[in-house]
């Protein structure tokens, strides 16, 4: 229900002098807050931001949450419109008495079959879908590994791309003349599914897998939390691959089309990557982190001609997330999430893929071209709210909020005063106003405080991209702390 003050504002506000017209709130309800987005999907994949899921079989945190194959349903069609659809999803696959299970080794999560993620995938991905890339992370033994390829190929059947794809035959031509690729675009693969795959040189061992950062691409965990059978079947495995070292059957390797992924080693940042003509840097957190104040620009440069996916330091094991905008402007295409929790990173990636299928034309600026540089003013009249969620164990509410303005280097902060005994409509009416330099990727953070004794309560929040949010009057609806939208709003004016 709208709260009369707030009718009384816009009416007050909007009058037209000569004819009396004037805005009213069922008016402003029906206007977007945000800039439709329009999909261009003929640049190279490493153009692209794709919104990833890290872990993504399970239901709650890697230690001891549960596992579905549902998850995958559920990350590759979203919950729009706070949770838009992620299209790189993490497989992470062992070997036991039941064949292949997917789970997050030594811990108490339970495992799920293979083949039953493979299944939920393929299932969600539709013919007019943009393509779906998986993160396959494999624990499985060399004479395993077919087995897997079998049941990918099975299931995914023409989904699955196996080879590279050409145009024309000039295409293929110059590949073979020049061994080189010409860059495959997501409209080229709309409908499939690539893999991620890790790669190695011929001649270092047959494809040894070798282990870093503990001993995979994007494991959290290295200790032993579960007694479990399949539990007890990855000790032996460990104990059987001391350095976690496992060789990459050639049948597996040939699925890596386009996304051989490749640790960064010696100086992998100031050199061209020949082999494989597909690399994809896999890189953790904290490896990014440290490159991040020293070799921006160079990060950026290698992010325009190669993919790059960052994954979460070994240190989250309760599924927190990192904060994804340095690695963004940085130009990693893949920043991978537990998308299971609803924290500053989810909330980042909600809005910078809201409304779209997942997949994001970087800005110019990480694409080679010119960057926005140039000092700007944020103006924003924050007025109020109708059915803000009544927060926990409070009779009386006292409500504030918070406005950030978030770049990938700073945050600038606003805090405004305390509404008490509002009944669920507080009114406000204060300017928020920021100086910013300008750039590519700069969000808009609002939340809503119960204010109390001790530590508030954060009841309500709305995260937009800067650049896609409409002006004038709007209403922003507001979701709660599980991602949820709620039937609150709050209504602002932006200059």
Not at 139 to 144: G, L, R, S, T
Request: hydrophobic share 35%; net charge negative.
């Amino acid at each position: 229900m709208v709260a009369p003050l707030l009718d009384e504002y816009l009416v007050k506000e909007t009058r037209e002098p000569d004819t009396g017209q004037c805005e009213t709130c069922a008016d402003v309800h029906k206007k977007p807050y945000l800039k439709p987005y329009i999909f261009d999907g003929t640049h190279p994949l490493t153009d692209y931001f794709i919104s990833s899921s890290h872990n993504t079989y399970l239901v709650a945190n890697q230690l001891w949450g549960n596992s579905s194959p549902k998850s995958y349903t559920t990350a590759l069609l979203g919950v729009p419109p706070t949770r838009p659809a992620a299209r790189c999803v993490e497989i992470d696959v062992w070997y036991t008495k039941s064949g292949p299970v997917v789970t997050h080794g030594h811990t108490f999560t339970k495992s799920i079959s293979f083949r039953g993620v493979c299944e939920a995938i393929g299932e969600a991905v539709k013919a007019d879908d943009l393509p779906v890339t998986v993160s396959l992370e494999c624990h499985v033994d060399y004479d395993k590994q077919p087995e897997l390829v079998h049941i990918m190929k099975e299931v995914w059947g023409d989904k699955l791309v196996t080879e590279r794809i050409h145009r024309n035959v000039a295409e293929v031509i110059s590949d073979l003349i020049h061994h080189s690729h010409t860059p495959v675009t997501p409209d080229d693969l709309t409908g499939r599914i690539f893999l991620m795959v890790e790669w190695y040189p011929a001649k270092v061992s047959d494809l040894v897998k070798q282990g870093d950062e503990g001993g995979s691409s994007s494991s959290s965990s290295d200790s032993d939390f579960s007694d479990s059978e399949e539990s007890q079947e990855m000790k032996k495995w460990r104990a059987a691959h001391p350095k976690n070292k496992t060789k990459i059957h050639p049948d597996l390797a040939a699925l890596g089309v386009y996304a051989n992924s490749i640790k960064p080693k010696g100086n992998w940042l100031s050199r061209d990557i020949e082999d494989p003509l597909h690399a994809l840097i896999n890189i953790s957190e904290s490896g990014l982190t440290e490159y991040l104040p020293v070799a921006l620009a160079d990060l950026v440069a290698h992010g325009s001609k190669y993919l790059r996916r960052c994954y979460p330091r070994g240190t989250r094991v309760q599924s927190t997330n990192m904060d994804p905008l340095p690695a963004w402007r940085a130009g990693t295409q893949v920043v991978a999430l537990n998308m299971q929790v609803w924290d500053l990173g989810m909330q980042f990636n909600g809005a910078l893929f809201e409304g779209t299928q997942g997949w994001v034309l970087k800005p110019e600026g990480l694409r080679g071209g010119p960057s926005r540089s140039e000092e700007k003013t944020f103006k924003l009249q924050v007025i109020g709210a109708d059915d803000v969620p009544h927060p926990s164990n409070t009779k009386n509410l006292a409500t504030y909020f918070k406005c950030d303005l978030c770049t990938p280097s700073e945050r600038l902060k606003y805090k405004s005063k305390v509404v008490e005994d509002h009944g669920g409509d507080p009114f406000w009416d204060e300017a928020v106003e920021f100086k910013y330099e300008d750039g590519e990727l700069i969000f808009v953070r609002l939340r809503l405080y119960q204010d109390r004794w001790g530590k508030d309560e954060e009841i309500a929040t709305f995260t937009a991209q800067l650049d896609r949010l409409e002006t004038g009057f709007r209403f922003w609806p507001l979701t709660d702390g599980e991602g949820n939208l709620t039937e609150g709003h709050i209504l602002v004016r932006l200059f």
